[in-house]
């Protein structure tokens, strides 16, 4: 059984060089979790979007990881924040193909798709956080906490 | 340290050891040869190990007659900045973390301790528990300056690294007639990705180039912004009458795109390199065929 150490972290988010430590972080906690090499993919794929927003459109922050764990079922849960001008329009920044970046626009509702849980949180003028959950295996059903 | 404790008899703390620092000069650089810090950075010979103490005696002599013991930034220091860091860099390289490298510094004050000690032994307690204190701190000023100097060069030597990935990890690669290829590897930033569009757009030109393959398998993640700069590079090789095709994209790649939403429909896309040289050279004209029994190319 895996144990926690090396998963649980708080990384800075200050700059292109930090975004390429919050990847390899990721993909090593997410293997060392038991993830399959899809998953990692897809988490690390997120992990990267959500960073860069922090970094783009917040202003800079950190990401928290921690090893999770729902009936009997082990998972990552990555949480970014800033404290930027936080997002005015939640659902209009989840659409696809809308950015106020010059990006693709896909990188916050391509984030989603990528992870089992995603929860946003965002006051205009204070900042955002970012909350996602992926599971090792399906994500379980009675998940209710937050 | 300040003069208030100047006895008739001696002069203050900081000039008692400066005098010692230059009387002693040639003994203490002899004893610190022998110690790890100047014996394993110096190799060639154990004068040369001399010599540096030396400079750096003359460099904490210097610093005492200023009366800056503890500025790290005093000016008798920059005669030997570049030489302290040099012993840094050497002892970090050599595999010892900073905390390792501050202790084998700290082992540098005993010696001097000692003989500080026995040249003015006789002297009044207090006045030789004065310049001990000055000697510590000069010492201790002296490891801030190392470990200053060794950070603030293996911060240039990352700036030079960064600087060199540049430019070695984008290679273009001419694989037939009409056909170039830039294998991507490591993470594809905005300047990296700049990079690699303007060696490939340059050897289109040069190569007078009808395809280009640009390699992914190299690239760990592809996410909206790596998606947006090859989207880019396509666009703008297809100005220069280029086709491009995007090949090493690995199964875990694939799907993560598909979840992300992105349409690289516009965009020649094929699982290997192999793949997408036949798929150019086909589209030139000229197709690879398998050797028949006899060994010859059938028609």
Redesign the interface.
């Known amino acids: 059984m895996p144990t926690g150490a090396g998963v649980e972290a708080r990384l800075p988010i200050r700059s ?1 060089m930090d ?2 430590w919050v ?1 390899q972080h990721v ?1 090593q906690a997410a293997a060392q979790l038991g993830f399959g ?2 998953d ?3 988490l ?2 997120a992990a ?2 959500l960073a ?1 927003n922090t970094l783009v459109h917040g202003g800079g922050g950190h990401m928290e990881s921690e090893p999770v764990v729902s009936g009997g079922v082990r998972g990552l849960r990555l949480t970014f924040s800033d404290e930027g001008p936080g997002i005015a329009d939640v659902e209009r920044a989840l659409s ?1 193909g809308y950015t106020s970046g010059g ?2 626009g ?2 916050l ?3 989603r ?2 992870v089992h849980d995603f929860a946003i949180e965002t006051v205009p003028g204070a900042g955002t956080t970012v909350r996602v959950t992926s599971w090792t295996a399906r994500p379980p059903r009675q998940r209710e906490e937050h | 340290m300040p003069e208030h404790t100047a006895e008739e008899t001696h002069g203050s703390p900081t000039h008692e050891v400066r005098d010692f620092l230059r009387r002693r000069r040639e003994q203490i650089a002899q004893r610190w040869a022998d110690e790890p810090l100047f014996r394993s950075v110096f190799t060639v010979s154990r004068d040369e190990a001399v010599e540096a103490g030396k400079a750096v005696v003359d460099a904490l002599a210097e610093v005492a007659d200023a009366g800056r013991v503890d500025d790290p930034d005093a000016a008798g220091f920059s005669g030997v900045r570049e030489q302290l860091a040099r012993m840094g860099v050497a002892r970090g390289r050599a595999g010892l973390t900073a905390a390792q490298v501050s202790s084998e510094l700290a082992t540098l004050r005993q010696p001097v301790e000692n003989l500080l000690l026995s040249d003015i032994g006789e002297a009044p307690a207090e006045h030789v528990r004065a310049c001990a204190t000055t000697l510590t701190v000069l010492m201790g000023t002296l490891r801030v300056v190392v470990m200053q100097t060794a950070l603030s060069e293996g911060e240039a030597l990352i700036d030079r690294q960064r600087l060199q990935l540049l430019e070695v990890a984008t290679p273009v690669i001419k694989l037939w007639d009409g056909i170039v290829a830039v294998p991507l590897i490591g993470t594809l930033d905005s300047a990296r990705s700049q990079v690699v569009m303007e060696t490939l757009l340059q050897s289109i030109v040069e190569q007078q180039a009808r395809f280009a393959i640009l390699d992914i398998t190299g690239v760990p993640t592809v996410d909206t912004l790596v998606a947006q700069h090859l989207m880019k590079t396509v666009a703008a090789a297809r100005l220069m009458g280029a086709e491009c095709i995007v090949s090493g994209i690995r199964p875990a790649i694939a799907q993560t795109i598909v979840h992300l939403g992105l349409d690289l429909g516009t965009v020649i896309t094929r699982a290997g390199l192999a793949d997408a040289l036949k798929y150019a050279l086909h589209q030139l004209g000229a197709d690879i065929v398998g050797p028949t029994a006899n060994g010859t190319g059938h028609r």
């Open positions: 292109d975004l390429v990847r993909r090499l899809v990692q993919t897809k690390v794929t990267s979007e860069r696809d990006g693709l896909m990188g509702g391509g984030a798709r990528l």
